[in-house]
């Protein structure tokens, strides 16, 4: 992914809001906790600012252990890209440094974090239910049909359920949410997000 810097870049990690940590020689990662659902596939993402655009496709798996998240993102060949856990001690990114290294950023939004360290948000705190083609707990939602797919609309974001599995669990999603314009010197404009998952299999409790 080039990565601009209107859109975010790895030298972000020292910006307000996060504290970089050097975690090791070798990018890579140990194995997050035996979940309870786990989903895996392919995903797109394009971030648009200011008329200029940045992409990355590759792998996901995302994996859910009762109020813990973990998305681990890769490239086609397997490359690690950034690991985001959250949970109610909080969220923390992994992604590896130009040398090498693992770094990591810790704050209370991993949303932010992804914002910060991607430049582009990812919105943890609903995916985890939109996977399922279902509305997150406790939010104000928006249901509709259209061209054929189920769309929901919460928390600023479009959700569109685009193809399903014979069982009715979604296997093609598209999450959009429009750029935000920044409120403050220290809340910078947000890029425009489209975010696209296909999915191998049904979601589904871990074997």
Do not use: H, K
């Amino acid at each position: 992914m080039r990565r601009r810097a209107a859109l975010g870049t790895l030298g972000a990690l020292a910006a307000p809001g996060g504290a970089a940590v050097l975690l090791g020689a070798c990018a890579s990662l140990p194995p997050p906790l035996p979940p309870e659902r786990s989903y895996s596939g392919r995903f797109a993402a394009t971030a648009t600012l200011d008329g200029r655009s940045d992409s990355q496709s590759g792998r996901f798996v995302l994996q859910t252990r009762g109020a813990e998240l973990t998305l681990d993102l890769a490239t086609p060949l397997g490359t690690t890209l950034a690991r985001l856990q959250d949970g109610p001690e909080g969220a923390r990114l992994r992604a590896p440094a130009p040398d090498g290294r693992m770094q990591e950023v810790q704050g209370a939004s991993a949303e932010a974090l992804a914002l910060q360290l991607l430049g582009w948000p990812l919105p943890l705190a609903g995916i985890r239910f939109w996977i399922e083609g279902r509305p997150m707990p406790g939010a104000a939602v928006q249901l509709r049909g259209a061209d054929g797919a189920d769309l929901l609309q919460q928390d600023g974001w479009t959700i569109a359920v685009q193809e399903r599995f014979a069982d009715g669990l979604p296997r093609r999603l598209q999450i959009t949410r429009p750029a935000l314009a920044g409120t403050a010197p220290d809340q910078p404009p947000q890029p425009a997000l489209n975010l696209r998952l296909v999915l191998d299999e049904p979601g589904g409790a871990a074997q």
